[in-house]
């Protein structure tokens, strides 16, 4: 499973990573405020978002709503202290697919992730990305332009997936660093614009920008 975690408070966030990795959660992407909860739930597929409900910088039913009118289709859990009826309908119909009431045990948490991921979320990806005379394909990951096939790395490829999904949107430095390499992967920040060159010489066309002090995007 590929969970994204929003919580704001620092020690129950790092508790709940530690022990959905401790029960065999493949990976978990964990932030502390709305906005980058709804970027983040954008940017990649995750089997289950968890929010909580009280969130700085846009709360977890707002983040909820919006995500939803946005046409994100995958599963949304929520988090929350309060437990009165009208609390709970409310979170559901934000598009919550289910709620859990703290504190709660890890195990009932993990049991709702696993139910919640068994249910068929399609996630918002069409299986190629079509961009000027560039064909990127998810399935057989490879990059072809007219009819030259041209050899990415895995992070190449996901470098320039992940900003193909965004087009028109500026992916901050950090934020691809810690979708592709991960927080804590023992490289540092500038093997991110060491990779964009490389992704840049081998497109052999002007499509990545770079927005100086925040990351970089593609055009529409």
């Given at each position: 499973m590929k969970i994204l975690l929003a919580e704001d408070d620092p020690y129950l966030g790092e508790l709940i990573v530690h022990m959905l990795k401790k029960k065999g959660v493949d990976k978990v992407d964990w932030v502390e405020e709305g906005e980058d909860a709804y970027d983040y739930a954008l940017a990649s597929f995750y089997d289950v978002?968890?929010?909580?409900?009280?969130l700085p910088n846009g709360d977890g039913v707002d983040i909820c709503k919006r995500l939803r009118k946005?046409?994100?289709?995958?599963a949304i859990l929520m988090l929350t202290a309060k437990d009165a009826v009208q609390d709970r309908v409310e979170g559901l119909e934000a598009g919550a697919d289910d709620y859990l009431v703290k504190p709660f045990e890890i195990d009932e948490l993990m049991a709702r992730l696993k139910a919640?991921?068994?249910r068929t979320f399609v996630p918002i990806q069409e299986e190629t990305i079509q961009f000027?005379?560039?064909?990127?394909?998810?399935?057989s990951h490879t990059l072809h332009r007219g009819d030259k096939e041209i050899f990415l790395t895995p992070r190449e490829?996901?470098?320039?997936?992940?900003?193909?999904?965004?087009?028109?949107?500026v992916l901050s430095r950090e934020t691809l660093f810690d979708r592709i390499w991960g927080y804590d992967a023992d490289v540092s920040m500038k093997t991110i614009d060491a990779t964009v060159k490389l992704l840049r010489k081998k497109l052999d066309a002007d499509i990545i920008q770079t927005v100086r002090g925040v990351g970089y995007k593609?055009?529409?």
């Amino acid at each position: 499973m590929k969970i994204l975690l929003a919580e704001d408070d620092p020690y129950l966030g790092e508790l709940i990573v530690h022990m959905l990795k401790k029960k065999g959660v493949d990976k978990v992407d964990w932030v502390e405020e709305g906005e980058d909860a709804y970027d983040y739930a954008l940017a990649s597929f995750y089997d289950v978002v968890i929010l909580d409900w009280m969130l700085p910088n846009g709360d977890g039913v707002d983040i909820c709503k919006r995500l939803r009118k946005k046409g994100y289709s995958g599963a949304i859990l929520m988090l929350t202290a309060k437990d009165a009826v009208q609390d709970r309908v409310e979170g559901l119909e934000a598009g919550a697919d289910d709620y859990l009431v703290k504190p709660f045990e890890i195990d009932e948490l993990m049991a709702r992730l696993k139910a919640l991921s068994r249910r068929t979320f399609v996630p918002i990806q069409e299986e190629t990305i079509q961009f000027k005379d560039f064909v990127l394909n998810r399935t057989s990951h490879t990059l072809h332009r007219g009819d030259k096939e041209i050899f990415l790395t895995p992070r190449e490829f996901q470098l320039l997936d992940m900003l193909l999904q965004n087009k028109g949107r500026v992916l901050s430095r950090e934020t691809l660093f810690d979708r592709i390499w991960g927080y804590d992967a023992d490289v540092s920040m500038k093997t991110i614009d060491a990779t964009v060159k490389l992704l840049r010489k081998k497109l052999d066309a002007d499509i990545i920008q770079t927005v100086r002090g925040v990351g970089y995007k593609i055009e529409e």
